[in-house]
């Protein structure tokens, strides 16, 4: 059975300080990796994207990272602004006819001034 | 990308009644999803709609509960229909746009209901 699993389930971080996001998953085969920011009773917005072939990927302050092998990937958030303040969804793509999706549960966090 | 707008943006209902939330793209799309997004949870698929045949239910999901159409390429509506409390939850249409690489899917702002 495909699953994602986030870790932590929540975080409360400082304003200013970094912070990184986990994500396991079992889907396959597996398509792609996205990391999506889920802002309070908003539809998540796209923060990375990332094939089999890349290991890292950047937007702005964000930096995701996938590792193949080990079926894990991270999200960084460096510099941390209270506007960073939400779910992060990791959701990974199957190489399926219905473009099936998995969706973790998300990690919420919490940035404090 | 795509920019995708829902009406309402939210709603109160009394139970036993009936919804109908729209979706509508500012660009042709071959794929088009609705998904649930329960109180604290991740997004759950209901349904995918393709332009011109019957909607592909989830399991777990029904037609007669969740009634979709799809007129054309830019519009889809879901409907909640003899809604109870337990269908409290946030309603997000999403679409894969036509020329989307590696299966790019963009969600819209959702429609936040709450049934009494």
């Known amino acids: 059975k495909n699953q994602v699993e986030q870790s932590p389930q929540s975080l409360i971080i400082l304003e200013g300080k970094n912070c990184t996001l986990q994500?396991?998953?079992?889907?396959?085969?597996?398509?792609?990796l996205r990391w999506y920011k889920q802002d309070t009773g908003r539809g998540p917005v796209s923060l990375t994207i990332?094939?089999?072939?890349?290991n890292t990927k950047s937007n702005g302050r964000y930096t995701a990272t996938l590792d193949a092998d080990t079926k894990q990937s991270s999200l960084h958030i460096t510099a941390s602004q209270l506007s960073d303040s939400a779910s992060y969804i990791c959701?990974?793509?199957?190489?399926?006819?219905?473009?099936?999706?998995?969706f973790g549960s998300g990690t919420r966090l919490q940035v404090q001034p | 990308s795509a920019v995708i707008s829902q009406k309402p943006s939210r709603d109160i209902c009394q139970r036993g009644t009936s919804l109908t939330i729209q979706c509508q793209v500012d660009?042709?799309?071959?794929?088009m999803f609705w998904y649930r997004q329960q109180p604290g949870q991740s997004l759950t698929l209901i349904a995918t709609?393709?332009?011109?045949?019957?909607?592909?239910?989830e399991s777990g999901f029904v037609i007669d509960k969740f009634p979709i159409s799809r007129p054309n390429l830019t519009f889809s509506t879901l409907t909640v229909s003899n809604m109870s409390p337990e269908d409290s939850s946030i309603y997000l249409c999403s679409v894969e746009p036509r020329l989307a690489r590696a299966k790019t899917q963009y969600f819209g702002p959702g429609t936040r209901l709450l049934v009494l």
């Open positions: 990332m094939t089999f072939s890349e």
């Open positions: 994500c396991n998953y079992t889907v396959s085969p597996f398509s792609n």
């Open positions: 959701v990974v793509s199957a190489e399926t006819g219905r473009r099936a999706l998995t």
């Open positions: 709609a393709n332009q011109g045949s019957e909607a592909t239910y």
């Open positions: 660009s042709q799309v071959t794929m």
